[in-house]
């Protein structure tokens, strides 16, 4: 099976203060997001990654930006923590071409800047 | 610009009845629609995709309706149940594009 997993669950940060959101998978995928849920707004992109040390900006890109290091890491980073910011974030992977039509998720973090 | 449409936003359904969900695209590019399960605490899984070369593909008790000519695809899950409570998340996909389009969601709550 695959897993993704991410280094925390919840979250608690101060506004101004720099934080990271680790994305770990195991299946060798090339492909990885990272998502933003809000209530009434469903699944936003991010960022993504097609590669090692490829990244490219998704829908909402303002206020974050990403690191891929390794092929199975990809991190989320939030410079400069702001309130609206608090939200639940969701790594996903997949294959890439045709396998990318697939993406495996990890459980979320649940993010709060007050 | 939102290419894929959801709708309801929520839905509340007896146990035993059908729940239907219903999604409509805008680009015809798109040649992949999965839907994605979402229950509280989880990342979204997925459940069951079609491709438009098909109009109806059925999983148990989930079943996915497409229409091509009206850009329409719809999930209807028979004698929901309880434990069906979740959200679920219309997507569509197509070409050499590396992203899932998803709708906004559907909170589907089965009362026993």
């Known amino acids: 099976d695959v897993k993704v997993t991410q280094s925390s669950r919840y979250l608690v940060k101060r506004t101004g203060e720099k934080v990271f959101l680790e994305c770990v998978q195991d299946m060798d995928h090339e492909n990885m997001f990272w998502y933003r849920q809000d209530p009434g707004l469903g699944l936003r992109l991010i960022y993504f990654?097609?590669?090692?040390?490829?990244?490219e900006k998704g829908d909402i890109p303002e206020g974050y930006s990403v690191s891929r290091e390794k092929k199975e890491r990809f991190s989320l980073i939030l410079e400069s923590a702001s309130t609206n910011q608090t939200s639940m974030y969701l790594c996903?992977?997949?294959?890439?071409?045709?396998?990318?039509?697939?993406?495996?998720f990890g459980p979320g973090t649940r993010l709060t800047v007050l | 610009q939102q290419q894929v449409k959801q709708s309801p936003q929520s839905l509340i359904v007896q146990k035993g009845g059908i729940s239907i969900i219903n999604c409509a695209y805008e680009?015809?590019?798109?040649?992949?629609f999965p839907w994605y399960q979402q229950f509280p605490g989880k990342g979204p899984a997925l459940l069951i995709a079609?491709?438009?070369?098909?109009s109806e593909k059925k999983e148990g008790r989930f079943t996915i309706s497409f229409n091509k000519s009206a850009k329409q695809f719809s999930l209807h899950i028979m004698d929901s149940q309880p434990g069906d409570s979740a959200t679920y998340f219309c997507a569509a996909w197509g070409g050499s594009n590396y992203k899932l389009t998803f709708g906004k969601g559907t909170l589907l709550t089965v009362n026993p």
């Open positions: 680009n015809t590019a798109f040649d992949y």
């Open positions: 079609i491709r438009p070369d098909v």
């Open positions: 990654s097609y590669d090692v040390k490829m990244k």
């Open positions: 996903a992977s997949s294959l890439p071409g045709q396998g990318g039509s697939t993406q495996y």
